[in-house]
């Protein structure tokens, strides 16, 4: 089992739609969850970390099942702009030593 | 203003060529990490250093040396024992513990 799971899509949704992405992880000793975005031929860039509370950040929600370990993020009217594609990413230590990406969500927002 | 910069954004070598890839931050982290990604998979770790003169290893490190001797830099060299070094390779910084890390934009390089 990968340590971090999540589908890898293609998501296309049309302009304004909501979109959710789940992710799983393997290790229940995780401490912090974090949601990238990355363009094509890009680097990643830090959406959102995921607390345990879950946060919300304009029309960005990010939300942690520990239970069930896994995170989720959710996107209200989608942009055009918003086209990328999503990675999850973990740190099982708590150390930010090694990180743990997914291979990322695509999505694709059409007009 | 405060960045992580690597050069160059591609490169190109020959089989057998050792290369290095720079990567430079201003932003006064103390944690510095590479990361190579392959097309359709997410990053993997190469070497991470969270304080200068100090770097670890991480879980794809044959093939790699680094070398930490400045805060600011953290070069990469990709030696001929990798034994497939094309690649996009991630360069990223952190405040150590528990903080996110920030990319660079990367550089792209193509073994033949």
């Known amino acids: 089992r990968k340590e971090v799971e999540q589908d890898p899509g293609p998501f296309n949704v049309p302009e304004g739609a909501t979109v959710a992405f789940n992710c799983t992880y393997s290790?229940?000793?995780?401490?912090?969850f974090f949601w990238y975005r990355q363009d094509c031929r890009k680097e990643p860039k830090l959406l959102m970390s995921v607390y345990s509370s879950g946060n919300e950040d304009g029309r960005f929600t990010a939300q942690l099942n520990r239970a069930s370990q896994y995170i989720s993020l959710l996107i209200r009217d989608s942009k055009l702009s918003d086209s990328a594609t999503y990675l999850c990413v973990v740190d099982p230590s708590g150390s930010a030593r090694q990180l743990t990406f997914g291979s990322g969500t695509q999505l694709t927002v059409l007009p | 203003d405060g960045g992580i910069t690597q050069s160059p954004k591609y490169l190109f070598r020959k089989e057998g060529q050792n290369v290095t890839l720079s990567c430079e931050q201003n932003l006064n982290h103390d944690a510095m990490y590479w990361y190579r990604q392959d097309p359709g998979q997410g990053l993997r770790l190469i070497y991470y250093s969270q304080i200068v003169n100090d770097f670890q290893k991480g879980d794809i490190a044959e093939g790699y040396s680094v070398s930490r001797e400045k805060k600011e830099s953290f070069p990469l060299t990709v030696t001929s024992a990798q034994k497939n070094p094309t690649a996009f390779y991630l360069c990223?910084?952190?405040?150590?513990?528990?903080?996110?890390?920030?990319f660079g934009p990367g550089t792209r390089l193509t073994v033949t």
């Open positions: 990223a910084s952190g405040q150590g513990l528990v903080d996110e890390q920030y």
């Open positions: 290790n229940s000793a995780s401490q912090s």
